[in-house]
């Protein structure tokens, strides 16, 4: 069969070839650009804790050279600190994790070194395509001199950024707002004082600090620093970014203090939605489906989301000729999940930017409103939690076993410890992505056997038996706990990491079902409803 054809090499193409590499699926990256990046210390990258332990999977070494994690946050309102959050393990009793912080460019170069070990995928710079064409079988795609060539695909994924020539070729809508919100952004060395923590100062009291400036901490000593500005006002020329940070340095130091300016940018925020992120068997992810980021929100994570998401069911597709309902529900999942995003930021925004139009939504104090908008920062709540697929149409039926747990179906499963095949004691993440489904015992005291012992003992003979007579290839873990779990409770979980159902106890039938359900084989009612439909997420979804 035919590789997958990735038309980008930015942090999300690179992210989907890896991805699929992982699953045993080749694919050809066409890559309009020379083979590498830029550095651009101002522009940077915040990734949550999915996304990092995603990126730790795919073989990308730079979060850990040239990312910085957090170790607590700031929000400051005029002079009072409103707010001071510590994060990360062992940081206090607030659970919150860590994101990690680092150049865009950076994080490129870890996945570029991550794909040149990787002989399942193919690398072709200065190949920026004309010509999209597709049939049943396949995708056919030519690009420009000074390579002109045909190429050939089984699929084919733009991940061609804001300007996709993917979506145009398609005839794809990219409809939304145009500057939703402006920055002033600058990369400087220079002594803090809050070493590893991110603050965000609403209303600073000195003259050129606007209405807002956020300071990201960065390895050795870096920060970025980010100047809301009027969404259409004037050109910020050197001499007055020069006097931003100058003032903000003192406004925050007492004086300025010596600084190195490494990199200043100022960057337009959008907020679309393509209508469609699937044609036939061509698929959009990353900027070229969605753009978002105002008040915190991350872009690229959900870019990396939309990766993920997307490898596992073409890698169903391209190993077993999967149905049109699992390739479906990527768009129904993902565009669903991004158009939640942008409609809480569109409705925060005309109160946090000091309007009153929708002030109802979020009632309370400043203090109120600092603490949401920290939360798109943190990567909680509307603006920043990682999202839940509750109406996917992969979700299977309720049946009689199913049980509740402290992971909601369709959300994330916990990062639990769990033993593996081979006896060893790994995260539940480090499981994922490996194209399978999860199937977990709950089972206490286990830890403590033997694993020659457990193995043979109680409901695990009849959970193997179960496990090996699914439909589609799962992998059987045990777990000491899992939250809201009680003993022999069994967890299906999808190959990214999303849950499916929760059983009490060993059911082989309903676990049959739900693993037919998530694989896209699902006959019942619900399925038979969702198949070819438009789902009520996408009819609203949409971004005036």
């Known amino acids: ?148 060539t045909w190429w050939r695909g089984s699929y084919l994924v733009g991940c061609d950024g804001a300007r996709s020539t993917v979506r145009k070729l398609l005839d794809i809508r990219f409809p939304g707002r145009t500057a939703v919100e402006r920055h002033a952004v600058a990369a400087l060395r220079a002594d803090l004082p809050w070493p590893g923590e991110a603050v965000l100062h609403r209303a600073p009291p000195w003259r050129s600090g606007g209405a807002e400036v956020t300071a990201r901490p960065l390895p050795g000593g870096v920060w970025r620093l980010d100047w809301l500005l009027p969404p259409r006002g004037e050109l910020v020329t050197p001499d007055a970014l020069i006097t931003r940070i100058r003032d903000t340095l003192e406004g925050w130091c007492g004086e300025t203090p010596a600084y190195e300016l490494l990199d200043t940018g100022v960057y337009t925020l959008h907020h679309r939605l393509a209508r469609r992120w699937r044609s036939k068997r061509a698929f959009l992810a990353g900027d070229a489906a969605h753009l978002l980021g105002a008040l915190g929100t991350q872009g690229l994570d959900e870019g990396l989301r939309d990766a993920e998401n997307l490898a596992w069911k073409l890698a169903q597709a391209w190993h077993q000729d999967a149905g049109e309902l699992l390739l479906d529900s990527y768009q129904a999942e993902r565009r669903a999940a991004v158009a939640s995003r942008l409609r809480a930021a569109d409705q925060s925004l005309p109160i946090l930017r000091g309007g009153a139009g929708l002030r109802t939504l979020v009632p309370g104090s400043a203090r109120g409103h600092d603490t949401l908008l920290a939360d798109g920062h943190l990567g909680c709540g509307p603006l920043g939690a990682p999202p839940s697929y509750t109406h996917s149409p992969l979700a299977p039926q309720r049946a009689e076993g199913h049980v509740p747990v402290g992971t909601a179906p369709g959300a994330p499963v916990a990062d639990v410890r769990v033993t593996a095949p081979d006896g060893t004691a790994v995260r ?30 109680g409901v695990m003979p009849r959970l193997v038996d179960a496990v090996d007579a699914l439909p589609v290839k799962a992998e059987l873990l045990v777990t000491e706990s899992y939250p809201g779990a009680t003993a022999h409770t069994v967890l299906l979980v999808r190959p990214d990491g999303h849950l499916v159902a929760a059983f009490s106890g060993v059911r082989p039938a309903e676990l049959h079902a739900a693993a037919d359900a998530a694989r896209g084989g699902g006959t019942g009612p619900a399925h038979t409803e969702r198949a070819g439909t438009t789902t009520r997420s996408d009819r609203t979804a949409d971004v005036n």
């Open 1 to 148: 069969m035919d590789p997958v054809i990735v038309v980008g090499a930015g942090p999300v193409g690179l992210s989907l070839s890896l991805a699929l590499a992982a699953q045993g699926v080749p694919s050809v990256v066409l890559d309009e650009g020379p083979g590498k990046d830029e550095p651009r210390p101002a522009r940077t990258v915040v990734l949550r804790e999915d996304t990092a332990d995603l990126m730790e999977r795919l073989g990308c070494s730079s979060l850990h050279e040239d990312g910085l994690r957090w170790t607590g946050w700031r929000s400051v309102r005029r002079k009072q600190l409103v707010r001071a959050v510590p994060l990360g393990e062992g940081q206090g009793t607030v659970p919150l994790p860590s994101p990690v912080h680092l150049p865009q460019h950076a994080l490129a170069r870890g996945l570029r070194a991550a794909v040149a070990a990787q002989d399942l995928v193919s690398m072709v710079p200065l190949s920026r395509i004309d010509t999209l064409e597709q049939d049943d079988h396949g995708v056919t795609v030519h690009t420009r001199e000074p390579g002109s």
């Open 428 to 457: 539940l993440r480090e499981r994922l992505g490996q194209g399978h489904l999860l199937v977990i015992l709950v089972a206490p005291g286990t830890g403590v056997w033997d694993r020659r012992h457990w193995m043979t003992a």
